[in-house]
């Protein structure tokens, strides 16, 4: 156990944690994280469901005839800066030495859309090296210390150009809007909110006219004491070169206190860099309500069922198969009442799942709870033993975080998210600092082990869903050009 000093307890105090709670992290890092126990992948006719388009046609009815009569929120995470997606753009700037993607960018740099505003910036006779310095440093746009929301992602025929967070506001009219109005909420971070209210008021009216709806836009920070403190290679507290501790975001897991303090029926959730052009947009807004078709339709059985174990006219069998082919739980035996109305009683997401075409990332699995039972899980490769990577190697399904989300009970309370999370889950990964390699944490993802205790339904979706910008050149590949 670490004795911290009256300044660390200080600092760990004002982020909202005790010195108990970072020794526990420091534990971690020293024992490591449990391997989840996974037992197959998912696949058609085992976890994931492949749909006729019959089924399509019914879900997506079931969606338009009854959005109305819930709220809904389309929840975004869109917090940090987009550093790394120019982080070749970086390395070149700060060795003078050309690479692929520097190179890249220079060759096709006015087909981004935000080559007319860099065009402004730059000096007369800009060279290749003005032209990345007023892209991603703080002399010109500043791209590189900018979030993803604000960049400029797509520039169309008639001269617009688009944010990423402009095509997540078209989105949320074609698919989340309920009475007229599209609630939307962005996690951000504390720097950035200013500027995010900032392009907010620029767009919204326009946006408000074309879809003649009323856009109602929250936003929420991550929470201080959902961060982790990093450690040395050899588990002793970081230092920073002033001699206090070093604290980092959590992750995406993190995220699942604010999803907590939601209050709609329905929550859309998706990737801030994951949009698409107009061209595309079809694929995203189908696909989007057949989730939401799903969930209500399912969601509706489940409270069925609920009320017939309270009322006393459940038939267990029944039960215990819709829960085993639907909502992704498999008794190792035979459950009571009481067991079912525990497993039916929780959180149900919606997710779209694709076939992995090799991006890196999360799938669906078969894992084994610690009572014997298996549940459907998304699992990253960090939490597979290398016992079980062959188990990895067969999966054909890649999660894109993709997921239509229900928080309500059959009473018409909130669950409370944080009592189904699994606090036994996590990452550990190598960073460093001015140079200094660490250890870093990452609690639960918000999609895996933040999710783990909800009920899950994976549905199998086309790979035109999942179109993420985790490069500069991502911007002219064909998923983001606008022709």
């Known amino acids: 156990m670490t004795n911290f000093s009256t300044q660390d307890i200080e600092q760990i105090t004002s982020h909202g944690l005790t010195p108990d709670t970072v020794n526990t992290q420091i534990q971690n890092f020293i024992s490591g994280f449990p391997y989840s126990d996974i037992t197959s992948p998912a696949y058609d006719g085992n976890g994931i469901l492949v749909l006729t388009d019959e089924q399509h046609e019914k879900y997506i009815s079931i969606y338009d005839t009854n959005c109305n009569q819930y709220s809904i929120t389309k ?44 065009q402004q910036l730059l000096p007369q006779n800009a060279t290749d090296t003005d032209k990345i310095k007023y892209l991603i440093t703080d002399a010109g746009l500043n791209y590189g210390s900018l979030p993803k929301a604000l960049l400029k992602f797509h520039k169309y025929a008639n001269g617009e150009s688009r944010t990423a967070l402009a095509e997540h506001l ?180 919606a997710c779209g799942i694709i076939r992995n075409t090799g991006a890196p990332g999360g799938g669906p699995f078969w894992v084994r709870t610690p009572t014997g039972d298996t549940s459907l899980q998304i699992v990253e490769p960090g939490q597979i033993s290398p016992d079980n990577i062959s188990i990895l190697h067969n999966g054909k399904y890649f999660s894109p975080t993709d997921i239509a989300c229900g928080i309500f009970d059959y009473r018409g309370n909130k669950f409370n998210l944080l009592h189904h999370i699994d606090e036994t889950a996590g990452f550990i990964s190598t960073k460093s600092k001015n140079g200094v390699p660490l250890r870093a944490m990452e609690r639960p993802g918000l999609w895996n082990g933040a999710m783990s205790d909800w009920n899950t339904i994976f549905v199998e979706t086309p790979n035109t869903t999942f179109t993420p910008v985790k490069t500069i050149i991502d911007l002219i590949t064909p998923d983001h050009t606008t022709k």
């Open 75 to 118: 929840f975004v995470p869109a917090s940090g800066a987009a550093t790394r997606m120019f982080q070749d753009l970086f390395t070149y700037l700060s060795s003078g030495e050309s690479n692929d993607k520097t190179q890249t960018v220079l060759d096709n740099i006015e087909q981004f859309a935000f080559w007319d505003d860099l």
């Open 170 to 349: 078209i989105e949320g009219a074609l698919y989340a809007q309920s009475n007229n109005t599209v609630n939307m909420h962005f996690t951000v971070s504390p720097e950035h909110i200013t500027a995010f209210q900032t392009h907010l008021a620029q767009i919204l009216p326009v946006y408000e006219t074309r879809f003649n709806t009323k856009y109602n836009i929250s936003m929420s920070t991550q929470r201080p004491q959902t961060d982790t403190i990093a450690v040395n290679m050899d588990n002793t507290p970081f230092r920073n070169p002033d001699g206090t501790l070093l604290f980092r975001p959590a992750g995406h897991g993190a995220l699942i206190e604010n999803l907590n303090d939601l209050t709609s029926q329905i929550i859309f959730i998706k990737n801030i860099d994951n949009v698409c052009t107009d061209k595309m947009r079809s694929d995203t807004v189908h696909y989007k309500k057949l989730l939401g078709g799903i969930l209500i339709d399912t969601q509706r059985q489940v409270f069925d069922y609920l009320h017939q174990i309270d009322n006393g006219t459940a038939n267990i069998s029944e039960i215990t198969e819709f829960i085993g082919n639907t909502l992704g739980y498999r008794f190792a035996n035979n459950p009571d009442l009481s067991t079912l109305h525990k497993i039916l009683n929780r959180p149900i997401r």
